[in-house]
């Protein structure tokens, strides 16, 4: 077994044990690696190992990946890999990203959102995106503030083409996952309360949260999606 097929099984021994520990199911919880800055031989190592699931930060990046890694997935009879937008969308790169992505984590402000209506309108389909809270109060990150939640989810009831299916967020930087618990905790009480609002064509499947630092408290909190790349693709965390 390779470096990253090890790291890959002992990254999901670590997600099994804190879903037990949240006392949920392990298989309700989705393992997304991050492959920002992999090179197409690692990636091709971690869906041969039995990923099933790619997160980018950049568009331009997963353009220049999208091709070979799908010829690969055609070549080895894999099935087909969905692919996640984690990092800050631009409007001008939305065409692009419905070109490739699958579901959108990082969906912060009513401008964009209203960009991927419109582009989805005209593919006639329907996109799914997350929308990404700020839950730490960092003015160095993207995402909405938590007060502003709810006047959003009443404003994107407009935008039929797209559907909202969860929260997304970041925590801060710290030697200590435990720094993130409250962070963690405020999304999915945000998701909670959105659930008992019943807003129209929204839905909370997907809470978006934990990294290689923090994925087991992520877990313990709710997450659903967790986004993880150092532990999987570095020979030490």
């Known amino acids: ?20 520990r949240s006392g949920r199911p392990p298989d309700s919880i989705k393992l997304v690696p991050v492959t920002k800055g992999r090179s197409i031989s690692e990636i091709q190592s971690l869906l041969a190992a039995g990923a099933t699931d790619i997160g980018e930060n950049r568009i331009q990046e997963a353009q220049q ?15 087909k890999c969905d ?20 579901l959108i984590h990082s969906v912060d402000s009513l401008r964009l959102l209203a960009e991927i209506s419109r582009r989805t309108e005209v593919l006639k389909k329907q ?27 009443e404003k994107s009831l407009s935008y039929s083409s797209v559907r909202i299916v969860g929260l997304m967020t970041m ?22 309360r959105i659930k008992t609002e019943k807003y129209p064509g929204i839905t909370m499947q997907y809470l978006s949260m934990g ?27």
Do not use: C
């Open 1 to 20: 077994m390779n470096r990253i097929a090890e790291n890959l099984a002992s990254v999901k021994e670590r997600m099994v044990a804190a879903a037990e």
């Open 127 to 153: 996109t799914d995106i997350l929308i990404q809270i700020n839950t730490t109060g960092e003015e160095s990150k993207f995402g909405l503030d938590s007060e502003d939640v709810f006047d959003f989810m």
């Open 83 to 102: 692919w996640h937008l984690i990092g800050h969308l631009q409007r001008n790169k939305v065409k692009s990203a419905l070109e490739i992505f699958s």
């Open 65 to 79: 990946k999208y091709d070979p890694i799908h010829s690969f997935l055609a070549a080895s009879n894999t099935r």
């Open 171 to 192: 925590g801060v930087l710290s030697p200590s996952p435990e720094t993130n618990r409250p962070a963690f905790a405020l999304l999915r009480t945000l998701s909670d």
């Open 211 to 237: 990294m290689t630092d923090d994925f087991e408290v992520a877990i313990e909190e709710g997450a659903n999606l967790v986004r993880i790349g150092r532990a999987i693709f570095e020979t030490t965390v």
